[in-house]
């Protein structure tokens, strides 16, 4: 009653008379381990304070309380206490759930505002019970429906969980586990290690970590803090539950300090956590974010003592700055005559000696209501905006990957809306290149033999085994259920008997040194009358890889042999009865060029044959008038005057031309008259247009399917020859058959042996041998490998189908049964297609030889018959029509004969024409003016100055005469032309 009396006394004081600028505190409970935190919180009060539109006028004074992992959580009670008693109007931190839970037991009843910025349980999320709390990180319960997502996403439905034993640890992973029952998922063991845990002060968690290695679980989930992670890590190494096989995922907690998880001073401490993937709390890469990194640089140690450098500004440090915004820019909201009672309240509970447990913060709800109704704008971590429950709206987490000592961002996801975005690859444990699998690991960890051997088994630059073999035996680990362990071979030999004794990785399955083969290891008989073989992931044969030598000159031969040569003789003859056919047509065919000829001829005899008759007549004109015979010459020169067409442009010759040129395409203006001359010219066309096309197709697959060469060895029967040397790997299996089995003469004394396919590649690149034979496949990586083209790889040369690659196993017979299963799988699903893809090398172009087995081959008459079977009927049908044309054509021609015979006979049958002698009368003009086309009668007026009886005779004999001579040529002649009629008529 008496404190109540004095606060009411001193409110009333401070109303009645302002006060001067004064020290508002705000206490900070922070983890003496960390002192950027509270560095970050101090800077925040001082950028609060130099802003002169904050406050008005009063300055907040930050409070530091340091706290260490191995006092007990009552210590925070304590400095929430000593904060009410100094006058505070706020406390942040601590950071630590269980210390936020026990401070809250006293802060909330005394009504302090507690403002958090890394602790994360979800109990706090109680606001009967936590009624003073504010946070600006999102509870545990949202983080983990982003790990819910993530493992929705990677098809994980067993899980172990290890936590710590701190309220952190216990409600934090309650939702996961909340989940995984709805989800009907497996979490096969919750194990609890201490929340202090430190690699360095000698404890353990061994035992926990048994537990969950018996549980066969292969995810696990870890909700620690960092230096208990890198003691989980340390201990799992010991139980060979790191590496392939066993994927961790970790909380923000461990996550906000990546360094210690992942213990850098020691040495093999990155390898044991790399894979890790784990979730942080969003941080965005913006100006302010910069700013304050340099700005921390620049920070002076008198100051701010035991500063560390820029390097450990994490998204914890900016929450602890961002805090200190939140409280100093809510306080401010409240308006000058509140920060001015809270000043006043300030100044006179720091002279107090009132106990805690008496004080009540009079500001308190007022504070805290404006604290969560206020939004900065100018966080680090961007916009922090709370709910009126105090917790923080929008949560959007990074998810992180260890990558050796790297910690890569490979994507976001944002709590309670499903968005999970991953947009780099993920780094699993061990290297391994597949999603790995939670079926528990039935056997154990195998022991795998590993021989270099590219791409089959090699190490990557960060020396860690993979290839084709390997992302194999991960996938056969993953689905049967069993880890890898990985060693190189001794010897680094596949395997073969050599005095009684067994050498590589065939020996060391035999002596129990490896369980699995990792290496492209050849069945054999010999092999599998020791070892257990699965069944082969890959059929293949033994190959041979020869030196070329120069390339082949492309020639005239080269354009040639593209058509076979009954082929060619087929094309040229056809074009030679195109010659014929056509030529026969246009000559003989009524209707093409010979219709014009005969025309021709017939106008030509009645010409001739009225020229005769003119001549005879012509004398008799002649003696009477030097007129008369001047016009009968006239008549004469113009029955005469215009030769009648008589080239052929269709001629024999001509036709050879022009089937040739139909053969290229181009046959210029000409073109054949007769309706089967045209059609055969176009059959011909199309069929030569095909032919071309064809040609031109097969040329170019010729001359780009491969690059000939010429080599010294091309085939087996090529081994025969005693200059030839070979090569192979030693004490491999194609040793062994070269030795024994091949059909070869003197093998013995001519194969050199070679510890490695390059070593044998460079043998054979200094032509040291002329042949390496090995596994196809094999020898076909090493030509890629080699990178020239001066070695060339041959088709395969042995092949059985009984060989192949396989896995040779030292295990118990249902391990082996499964993995043969599995291989039954792969090949149905298509996942050894996959990894052929993705592992084995193409042939560069100038390595595909041309040899007997891949030559190209011409194109032959058989399957281009049908068109010339076409070509043909078309012939034959035009020889038809112009068989048929032909014989109607004379018999018409042999009954016009008789009727014109007879027409001629008849008219010589008239009267002779008598010719009147003519006087030389002065004035005498004898004009021809018209002979008629139907009629064939001259008609002919003669004008003079006077006319006589003899004149009346000349006139009607000219007459008779003209009729007499061209009646019967202008009624047979239905053929001629328009110009010969006129030059008939023009008298």
């Not at 105090?390 to 959007?396: A, L, N, R």
């Not at 396989?806 to 050894?832: M, R």
């Amino acid at each position: 009653m008496a404190q109540t009396l004095k606060c009411c006394i001193l409110l009333c004081f401070a109303i009645a008379q302002p006060l001067l600028a004064g020290e508002i505190p705000i206490a900070g409970i922070f983890d003496g381990r960390w002192p950027e935190n509270q560095i970050a919180f101090r800077l925040a009060l001082k950028d609060i304070n130099d802003d002169p539109n904050l406050l008005f006028g009063h300055t907040l004074k930050p409070i530091i309380y340091t706290i260490f992992p191995d006092q007990p959580p009552a210590t925070n009670i304590a400095f929430g206490c000593r904060a009410l008693e100094s006058g505070a109007a706020a406390l942040v931190g601590p950071e630590t759930s269980t210390g936020a839970i026990a401070s809250q037991l006293l802060l909330a009843s005394r009504q302090l505002p507690q403002v958090a910025f890394s602790t994360t349980s979800p109990a706090l999320s109680n606001e009967g019970l936590y009624s003073f709390f504010s946070r600006i990180i999102p509870p545990d319960n949202l983080q983990t429906q982003v790990m819910v997502d993530l493992i929705i996403k990677y098809g994980w439905q067993r899980l172990a969980i290890v936590t710590g034993d701190d309220d952190y640890g216990v409600t934090g992973m309650q939702g996961l586990i909340d989940s995984a029952f709805a989800k009907t998922w497996e979490v096969l063991t919750v194990q609890r290690v201490p929340a202090n845990l430190n690699i360095n002060d000698g404890r353990d968690v061994l035992t926990q970590l048994k537990v969950v290695q018996d549980s066969l679980a292969r995810i696990i989930v870890l909700h620690v803090f960092p230096d208990a992670a890198a003691a989980i890590f340390r201990d799992a190494e010991v139980l060979g539950m790191i590496g392939s096989g066993f994927v961790f995922l970790a909380s923000d907690g461990s996550m906000y300090r990546p360094q210690t998880v992942m213990n850098l001073a020691d040495p093999a401490g990155a390898n044991r956590s790399d894979g890790l993937i784990g979730l942080r709390f969003n941080s965005p890469d913006n100006a302010l974010s910069r700013a304050f990194l340099a700005r921390w640089d620049t920070l002076d140690n008198a100051t701010y003592p035991n500063i560390p450098s820029s390097d450990v500004v994490n998204v914890y440090v900016k929450l602890a700055y961002d805090v200190g915004l939140v409280v100093g820019q809510g306080m401010h909201q409240l308006g000058q005559a509140t920060v001015d009672q809270i000043a006043a309240y300030a100044e006179m509970q720091a002279n107090s000696t009132t106990s805690c447990y008496d004080i009540t913060f009079p500001f308190g709800n007022q504070l805290q209501a404006a604290i969560r109704a206020h939004t900065v704008t100018n966080a680090l971590t961007g916009v922090v905006e709370l709910q009126p429950d105090g917790e923080p709206i929008g949560s959007t987490y990074q998810i992180l990957n260890f990558q050796g000592t790297e910690v890569v961002q490979i994507g976001t996801a944002r709590a309670g809306a499903g968005v999970l975005d991953i947009t780099e690859p993920v780094n699993w444990p061990g290297g391994m290149v597949t999603v790995p699998s939670d079926r528990p690991l039935r056997y154990g960890t195998l022991r795998m033999g590993m021989i270099t051997e590219f791409p089959w088994t090699f190490e990557n630059s960060d020396e860690q085994w993979t290839g084709f073999v390997v992302s194999l035996a991960q996938r056969l680990g993953e689905d049967i259920g069993f880890d890898l362990e990985f060693y190189a071979v001794e010897d680094g030999q596949y395997g073969a008997l050599d005095e009684n004794r067994w050498t590589g990785v065939v020996g060391d399955l035999l002596r129990d040194v490896a369980d699995i083969s990792g290496a492209p290891l050849t069945i054999t008989s010999a092999r599998s009358a020791v070892i257990t073989y699965s069944l082969p992931y890959i059929d293949t044969g033994y190959g041979m890889a020869v030196r070329a030598g120069a390339t082949t000159e492309e020639s005239f031969a080269t354009y040639v042999d593209v058509f076979t040569d009954e082929l060619w003789y087929l094309i040229f003859g056809s074009i030679f009865v195109l010659a014929i056919g056509v030529g026969m047509f246009e000559n003989f065919y009524y209707h093409g060029e010979r219709k014009e000829q005969l025309r021709d001829e017939t106008v030509q005899k009645e010409l001739e044959r009225a020229r005769r008759k003119h001549d005879q007549r012509v004398k008799k004109l002649s003696r009477t008038h030097s007129l008369n015979a001047s016009m009968a010459d006239n008549i004469r020169n113009w029955l005469m005057g215009e030769d009648v067409k008589t080239a052929n442009q269709f001629s024999s010759t001509n036709m050879v031309y022009f089937s040739l040129l139909l053969f290229v395409g181009d046959i210029g203006d000409s073109m054949p008259r007769s309706f089967p001359g045209r059609a055969i010219t176009a059959v011909f066309a199309i069929t030569y247009m095909v032919l071309v096309h064809i040609y031109m197709a097969s040329l170019s697959a010729k001359l780009t399917a491969a690059v000939p060469v010429e080599l010294a060895v091309s085939t087996v029967a090529d081994l025969n020859d005693a200059r030839i040397t070979m090569g192979t790997l030693r004490n491999s299996a194609p040793e062994s058959y070269l030795l024994s089995e091949v059909d070869v003469s003197n093998v013995q004394g001519r194969l050199n042996l070679y510890n490695s396919v390059p070593e044998a590649m460079e043998a054979l690149a200094t032509e040291e041998i002329d042949a390496f034979i090995f596994d196809d496949l094999i020898v076909e990586t090493g030509v890629v490998e080699h990178a020239t083209c001066a070695i060339v790889k041959l088709p395969l040369v042995w092949q059985r189908f009984t060989w192949g690659f396989g896995i040779g196993v030292n295990v118990p017979n249902a391990l082996a049964e499964a993995i043969d299963t599995k291989l039954v799988d792969y090949q149905t699903n298509g996942f050894l297609e996959q990894l052929q893809g993705d592992w084995l090398p193409a042939l560069p172009e100038c390595n595909q030889v041309q040899v007997e087995s891949n030559a190209f081959e011409p194109v032959h008459l058989d399957s281009l018959v049908v068109l010339f079977y076409a070509l043909a009927v078309i012939i034959g049908i035009g020889f038809a029509m112009f068989g048929i044309e032909y014989l109607a054509l004379h018999g018409s021609r042999y009954v016009a004969e008789k009727r014109s015979s007879k027409r001629l006979l008849d008219s010589r049958k008239a009267s002779e024409l008598d010719v009147m002698p003519l006087n030389d009368t002065d004035g005498l003009v004898v004009d021809v003016q018209d002979l008629t086309q139907d009629s064939g009668t001259l008609s002919a007026q003669s004008s003079a100055k006077s006319r006589t009886p003899a004149d009346d005779q000349f006139d009607a004999d000219k007459a008779q005469l003209a009729a007499a001579d061209l009646d019967d040529t202008m009624e047979e002649d239905t053929m001629a032309g328009k110009s010969d009629r006129g030059r008939l008529s023009e008298v």
